[in-house]
């Protein structure tokens, strides 16, 4: 594949912003930040993770997810949620023979087949349509038998949080109280309550 000089550009321009990626996975992201800014999530178990270059010379990871239940977004159980993320999984060889180091930078959420996630998803680039999870490694999480864990042991999911009185349940209170893997359960139904009730914009989490 020939890249255009335009195009050549902005992937050295993309690939630029690979420090300031890497400086954002540093920050914690609380819950409330995690649901704000994200236009989907979702829980499902991921089909199919495969690289790819696209028509404007970007390389990208591209990941299927099967929806098992959706707290934000409109996707139906069984259905496939489909999107691309910046960078590749591994060095790819082009059909001249060069190799294409472009892997996702450090900070991006990595992806395995067959693997059980809870996604908190941001919109896509208006540029190049591709994506990624919100808060970045902090906004994908993995699900092992009834825990669910992100990449940093969940922590600061829920600091400097306040929850308004009777909002949360004994189990979800318990969550707060224990850092560290949270029952996936009780923790996809919090989301689906702050989501579906809105307690972000009626200041029931704040």
Do not use: C
């Amino acid at each position: 594949m020939k890249f255009k000089p335009q195009m050549v550009a902005l992937l050295s321009a993309l690939m630029l912003l690979a420090p300031i990626s890497q400086a954002a996975k540093l920050i914690p992201q609380n819950l409330k930040q995690l649901i704000s800014e994200s236009e989907s999530i979702l829980s499902g178990q991921v089909q199919n993770v495969s690289d790819g270059i696209s028509e404007q010379g970007i390389p990208y990871t591209e990941v299927t997810i099967k929806v098992s239940s959706a707290a934000k977004g409109m996707h139906a159980k069984g259905s496939n949620y489909t999107f691309r993320q910046f960078g590749l999984t591994q060095p790819l060889t082009l059909p001249d023979g060069k190799k294409m180091l472009a892997v996702s930078p450090e900070g991006f959420p990595r992806w395995n087949q067959d693997e059980a996630v809870i996604v908190f998803m941001h919109k896509a680039a208006k540029l190049t349509g591709l994506r990624t999870t919100a808060g970045m490694a902090h906004g994908k999480f993995n699900v092992r038998g009834s825990k669910v864990v992100n990449e940093f042991n969940n922590y600061g999911i829920f600091d400097n949080l306040e929850f308004a009185d009777g909002v949360l349940s004994l189990s979800e209170q318990e969550m707060l109280q224990n850092p560290g893997a949270y029952n996936a359960t009780d923790f996809m139904g919090l989301v689906g309550k702050a989501v579906s009730e809105q307690w972000i914009s009626n200041g029931k989490m704040k």
